[in-house]
């Protein structure tokens, strides 16, 4: 059951475009800081008296543990100045309007699999592989365009991420696009499959980049967590003529024995979700962890179904260093887990060769 509170807010600080930080104390005297998602609720100040929804900290979540404030009660109305008839948030307290950019689709007469021309679709499971994805493109193919287009099976509000917004202010990212229910990208779109073209046709990519915002939902079954979104990208790519990548997860020092290696997400990506053909890079690794990765790829069946690729990327690694931006995985280092970010830094690296 969730958790509501009201709370009177304190200072609020910029926590990036179109969200904001607040700290709020509440009726028993405590406090906490709450996030503001301005494109939902509008503005707070200094004295407003707030709901706030306390249910991921009361439930001690890890990276998803934030406060967020609600509704502000002080304000009897709010417009956020959102255009367009297209619901996200469907049926909830917090629908929003906005306009997609597939209502700037033109109706194509060519065939469905000629829609992206061949252009390279990064498929992931985890935000985090954003980062290492896009510098090894950019660093690859300095003026290729990379869109990214999050879809909905982690966080919502795409201006969440403090990643996006690193690699669209150094320019690593030309665009994004919230597909899905997710929002606050700087196009919305309803489908992955607009989302897809519109990349091609509108916004001129040369590659677009797909996976959730922060955070994961697991179960730790098979099939019971939210990257299985990863296939749904894989298949979209082909079936509009795209060149589908699959970034594998690739970790050796989580605790969860079903992630040692080559992680039981990707396996189950690929083997049951992906009826597409796609790219898996694998990046060279010491002799033992590349015996257990491959042992995986032929137990799983997966390399009949795939094209399994070694690549050396070891240079994906000083490009993380030296960007200005620290990045983790499961509150993991790029020093703790080298090979997860060697992996999504060589499917980059493939999509700027091509």
């Known amino acids: 059951m969730s958790t509501f509170r009201t709370a009177k807010t304190g200072t609020v600080s910029k926590w990036g475009e179109g969200i904001s930080l607040a700290t709020v104390r509440f009726n028993d005297g405590s406090s906490g800081e709450a996030l503001v998602l301005e494109e939902l609720i509008g503005f707070v100040e200094l004295g407003d008296t707030v709901i706030v929804n306390t249910t991921a900290v009361d ?3 890890g990276s998803g543990g934030y406060h967020f404030v609600l509704w502000n009660c002080s304000r009897d109305s709010v417009s956020t100045g959102e ?92 665009s994004t696009i919230s597909c899905g229910h ?34 994961i939902v697991g179960t730790g079954s098979v099939l019971g967590f939210s990257g299985m979104e990863e296939a749904i990208a894989i298949n979209a790519a082909a079936s509009l003529g795209g060149r589908p990548v699959a970034i594998p997860r690739i970790m050796f020092n989580d605790p969860r024995e079903r992630h040692l290696g080559l992680s039981h997400h990707s396996i189950s990506v690929l083997k049951f979700g992906a009826r597409a053909k796609a790219v898996v890079p694998i990046p060279f690794m010491r002799e033992e962890r590349r015996e257990r990765v491959w042992s995986q790829i032929k137990d799983s069946g997966i390399d009949l179904m795939h094209e399994i690729v070694e690549i050396k990327a070891e240079k994906v690694i000083p490009l993380i260093e030296n960007c200005g931006f620290s990045p983790s995985v499961m509150g993991r280092s790029v020093k703790e887990e080298p090979e997860f970010f060697e992996a999504a830094g060589a499917a980059g690296m493939i999509a700027a060769r091509w």
């Not at 919305?188 to 915002?213: H, N, P, Q």
């Open 59 to 61: 439930l001690g979540l």
């Open 182 to 215: 997710c929002f606050g990208g700087e196009h919305e779109a309803v489908t992955i499959f607009g989302a897809l073209a519109a990349s091609r046709k509108i916004l001129g990519a040369d590659a677009v980049v797909v996976m959730m915002g922060p955070g």
């Open 83 to 174: 255009e367009g008839h297209i619901m996200k948030l469907r049926y909830t307290p917090l629908q929003l309007n906005v306009k997609t950019i597939e209502e700037e689709l033109e109706d194509t007469s060519c065939e469905p699999g000629e829609v992206l021309g061949g252009m390279p679709v990064l498929a992931g499971s985890l935000h985090s592989q954003l980062l290492p994805c896009a510098l090894s493109y950019k660093s690859e193919n300095p003026s290729g365009q990379l869109v990214y287009i999050m879809t909905d099976g982690g966080a919502l509000p795409l201006k969440f991420s403090r990643t996006v917004r690193f690699l669209r202010e150094e320019g690593y990212l030309s």
